[in-house]
């Protein structure tokens, strides 16, 4: 189809979350958190009693998950997820939480489940996608494609901070400890494994600032334009 994407994938902690709210705010186009999709289904799994191992159970809370992402006004309200009607932005965003998202991401039933559902946010005026299988399975025609990263250390302080002015409590070990080992689950999976796409422009954001990230996206976009 015609609507414009800009693929941003890469590790947690990259920065790519926040480069892609500035970068759908700034172009007015619509964002997908792709991550919250797989944090959403395991926070549901969790709450319905359905084991992280129960593909096919799995595969069924994923068709039918019951989410509305709300899209806040930018300053004053800000962007919220209810799951089943509860507000759920803060419970799904817990280390644990996407510890689950990880492990349950290697299932193909789980992944194809919500294949549909992410491809539909591509809605003019364009869409920006956050993600690890962006550029390579949900969007693999999309003129743009960026692959962020940054190192371990640098991620793992990066998440740090972010946490604590969410008010969760974590300490900096464990958050390493989380990053590499999410890391190794989410790069040797054998579905849709986080590799950047051939086409995919590698970034590495470790000394750079959020502000000049998204100058270079905004660059590369300019480029292909
Ligand atoms: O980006 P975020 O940390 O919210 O993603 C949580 C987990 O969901 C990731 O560790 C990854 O395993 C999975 N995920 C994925 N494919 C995506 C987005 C997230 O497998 N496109």
């Known amino acids: 189809?015609?609507?414009?994407?800009?693929?941003?994938?890469?590790?947690?902690?990259?920065?790519?979350?926040?480069?892609?709210?500035?970068?759908?705010?700034?172009?007015?186009?619509?964002?997908?958190?792709?991550?919250?999709?797989?944090?959403?289904?395991?926070?549901?799994?969790i709450n319905h009693g359905v084991s992280l191992?129960?593909?096919?159970?799995?595969?069924?809370?994923?068709?039918?998950?019951?989410?509305?992402?709300v899209a806040g006004d930018g300053d004053q309200v800000p962007p919220g997820i209810i799951l089943e009607g509860e507000p759920v932005e803060k419970a799904i965003r817990q280390e644990e939480i996407g510890l689950?998202?990880?492990?349950?991401?290697?299932?193909?039933?789980?992944?194809?489940?919500?294949?549909?559902?992410?491809?539909?946010?591509?809605?003019?005026?364009?869409?920006?996608?956050?993600?690890r299988d962006m550029g390579t399975v949900v969007f693999p025609n999309a003129p743009v494609k960026i692959f962020l990263t940054a190192s371990a250390e640098e991620r793992a302080k990066r998440r740090f901070i972010q946490l604590q002015e969410q008010g969760v409590d974590v300490s900096l070990d464990r958050l390493l400890e989380d990053i590499i080992r999410r890391d190794e689950q989410d790069a040797n999976r054998a579905v849709a494994?986080?590799?950047?796409?051939?086409?995919?422009?590698?970034?590495?954001?470790?000394?750079?600032t959020i502000q000049e990230v998204l100058a270079r996206v905004l660059e590369e976009m300019r480029k292909k334009a």
């Not at 800009?6 to 979350?17: F, R, Y």
């Not at 191992?53 to 992402?69: G, N, R, T, Y």
């Not at 489940?113 to 491809?119: K, T, V």
């Open 193 to 208: 494994p986080m590799i950047p796409a051939d086409d995919a422009i590698v970034l590495d954001s470790t000394k750079l």
């Open 1 to 45: 189809n015609s609507v414009p994407v800009v693929t941003i994938d890469g590790p947690g902690g990259s920065g790519k979350g926040t480069v892609c709210g500035l970068l759908a705010r700034e172009l007015g186009w619509h964002l997908l958190d792709s991550g919250a999709l797989y944090r959403l289904t395991a926070l549901a799994a």
């Open 100 to 131: 689950g998202a990880s492990k349950i991401a290697a299932l193909p039933a789980v992944r194809s489940a919500l294949l549909s559902r992410q491809q539909a946010f591509a809605e003019l005026p364009g869409l920006v996608a956050d993600g």
């Open 53 to 69: 191992d129960d593909e096919a159970s799995l595969e069924v809370l994923a068709a039918h998950l019951d989410v509305q992402f």
